[in-house]
């Protein structure tokens, strides 16, 4: 037996799909329900066709991370995040959307960016991709952004990295593009020389 360590990886993997009807289209994603052959038989999955994302794990000259607090509706929580937006420019690359969410959410740029992760956020119920990045040199924007609703009233705080790493394992954060971000630049800061 050969140790799979090394070669773990997903695998694509293209099932026939006999049908795709978009059952709701929305401002933001639509649902999609696809009739699929699958093995010997056929199976229906309904799930969010979504545009992608990325985030930022920006982090100060002092080892703190910035993150954010806003209301989500659907869980009726204030909860604490990484700044982060939608892939929803036509054309616009994950790097040059993370600088934009970036100036947009917290009126910053960075001088250095670099890929720290990329992930799907809920692969049973939608195919967004989330794509993570590092920021370090940190600055302020030449100008700061009008915002509303939910991000009108957004809660900024720079975080010992470490701090935010315990509040996720202590589980007081829970969310998971946030907890991916701190616990990937924690491992990638620890395997730094």
Do not use: C
């Not at 050969?2 to 773990?8: A, C, F, I, S």
């Amino acid at each position: 037996m050969t140790d799979p360590v090394g070669e773990l990886r997903d695998e694509p993997f293209s099932p026939e799909v006999l049908t795709s009807d978009l059952v709701y289209e929305g401002k933001v994603w639509d649902v999609r329900s696809d009739r699929v052959r699958y093995g010997d038989g056929e199976m229906v999955r309904q799930y969010v066709a979504h545009t992608g994302a990325v985030a930022i794990l920006a982090l100060d000259d002092d080892g703190r991370v910035l993150l954010i607090q806003q209301y989500r509706h659907p869980i009726r929580h204030r909860d604490w995040e990484l700044p982060a937006g939608l892939l929803d420019v036509a054309g616009e690359e994950p790097l040059e959307a993370a600088k934009r969410e970036l100036a947009e959410e917290a009126d910053l740029v960075a001088a250095h960016w670099e890929p720290l992760v990329s992930s799907w956020t809920t692969p049973g119920g939608n195919d967004e991709m989330i794509h993570i990045f590092l920021a370090t040199g940190i600055s302020a924007a030449e100008s700061a952004h009008d915002r509303e609703d939910e991000e009108a009233d957004i809660r900024v705080e720079w975080v010992p990295l470490p701090a935010a790493v315990d509040a996720v394992l202590a589980g007081r954060m829970r969310n998971g593009i946030l907890s991916i971000g701190v616990l990937a630049a924690s491992q990638r800061l620890r395997d730094r020389p």
